[in-house]
């Protein structure tokens, strides 16, 4: 075959492997100065994982970009390449909810890639005590889906922790009715409450009568659909792939957008500094009176912050009192959020603020 315009294959393949040896020797330079930034880093205390200072890198990475890679392309590979960087400067280990298969884990390893330690836990409020303890550096956990709204696991687990939201990601969920028998056989569904939440119409039109039964992770739900006749899984294809389940349906999400947002947590000394386009997630009480709620609001809307999720639940703490849990635009140490929570802070019975950090702007695995 013919090289494009009339171009000497050979000649374009030697010209590759030039680059090849540039980008080898350029990519040591850097690993040796991320090496050193390690050094400093234990020295002075610094953290490995930077939000803030990973949301600039890719911002100039972007500016620089005249293609043809496109953005996402050269992220991806930006973020393995800093994943390598993290395990020069200090081994990094992130404990993630679910086993590998899982959404969480694929969620965390698109985020840090493959040069880190990971460590699975079968429950979200055990990745939260793992990071307390320093077992892990740093724990993702889901907190929110777009078909079927918030993680309440999560929510109940920060408010017995003292550990802040750092860094958020979006990972798009595509479902899959896996099993080993044929699906006329299948007499029962195992996967994660939220998961057949994010189904329900499917598995009404096309499994009336096949009984679903609830399990801690989608993980456990394609474990047990290897060890049982009749029995079928709804979770991931990398779930299908470890049990070697076949997939008998895809993509049986009833949101063909189905987005699960998850969020790094740490402790609050690795807060993410300012970027210019954060979130700021908050958790505060107030008694059951009229116009409670409106009168919290009244600051955002006076300083023009747009708020994003909003939700309530009794505190546990207190008879009659509620908890509501908001994501507002902005970092807490802008003037006008840190304003605005002032504000808010003097009708409220408590408030905590749960994190500010980058917002992400698309899912990892687009």
């Known amino acids: 075959m013919s090289a494009p315009s009339g171009e000497d294959l050979g000649s374009l393949r030697s010209q590759i492997d030039a680059l090849d040896r540039d980008l080898v020797a350029n990519l040591n330079r850097r690993a040796e100065v991320a090496r050193r930034i390690g050094a400093a880093k234990a020295t002075q205390g610094g953290a490995i994982f930077v939000p803030h200072r990973e949301q600039e890198v890719f911002r100039k990475l972007e500016g620089l970009n005249t293609g043809p890679?496109?953005?996402?392309?050269?992220?991806?590979?930006?973020?393995?390449?800093?994943?390598?960087?993290?395990?020069?400067?200090?081994?990094?280990?992130?404990?993630?909810?679910?086993?590998?298969?899982?959404?969480?884990?694929?969620?965390?390893?698109?985020?840090?890639?493959?040069?880190?330690?990971?460590?699975?836990?079968?429950g979200i409020a055990t990745v939260f005590q793992e990071v307390e303890k320093g077992h892990a550096d740093y724990g993702v956990v889901p907190i929110e889906n777009s078909t079927d709204g918030s993680i309440t696991d999560t929510i109940d687990a920060f408010l017995?922790?003292?550990?802040?939201i750092i860094n958020e990601l979006h990972l798009?969920?595509?479902?899959?009715?896996?099993?080993?028998?044929?699906?006329?056989?299948?007499?029962?569904?195992?996967?994660?409450?939220?998961?057949?939440?994010q189904c329900r119409s499917w598995l009404a039109a096309n499994m009336p009568g096949v009984e679903l039964v609830e399990l801690v992770s989608t993980t456990k739900a394609a474990e047990r659909a290897t060890e049982e006749d009749g029995a079928a899984a709804l979770g991931s294809s990398d779930a299908?792939?470890?049990?070697?389940?076949?997939?008998?349906?895809?993509?049986?999400q009833d949101n063909s957008n189905n987005i699960t947002r998850f969020v790094v947590i740490a402790p609050p000394e690795r807060a993410a500094e300012p970027t210019g386009n954060d979130k700021t997630s908050i958790a505060f009480g107030v008694q059951d009176r009229p116009g409670a709620l409106y009168d919290c609001l009244v600051p955002f809307h006076r300083a023009g912050i747009n708020l994003g999720r909003i939700e309530s639940r009794p505190s546990r703490r207190r008879a009659w009192e509620y908890l509501f849990f908001i994501d507002l635009s902005g970092h807490q140490r802008d003037p006008a959020v840190s304003e605005a929570l002032a504000e808010l802070a003097k009708g409220t019975s408590s408030l905590e603020v749960l994190g500010s950090y980058p917002k992400a702007d698309r899912p990892l695995n687009d």
């Open 69 to 122: 890679l496109p953005d996402h392309s050269l992220r991806a590979i930006w973020r393995e390449v800093m994943s390598a960087s993290f395990a020069l400067e200090r081994p990094l280990t992130i404990c993630h909810f679910g086993q590998p298969g899982a959404f969480t884990h694929a969620a965390a390893r698109l985020k840090f890639g493959a040069s880190v330690s990971y460590t699975s836990v079968e």
């Open 160 to 164: 017995a922790s003292n550990l802040r």
């Open 172 to 197: 798009r969920v595509r479902h899959h009715l896996m099993s080993r028998s044929p699906r006329q056989a299948i007499k029962r569904v195992y996967s994660r409450h939220t998961v057949f939440g």
């Open 240 to 252: 299908a792939t470890a049990f070697g389940l076949p997939i008998l349906a895809s993509d049986i």
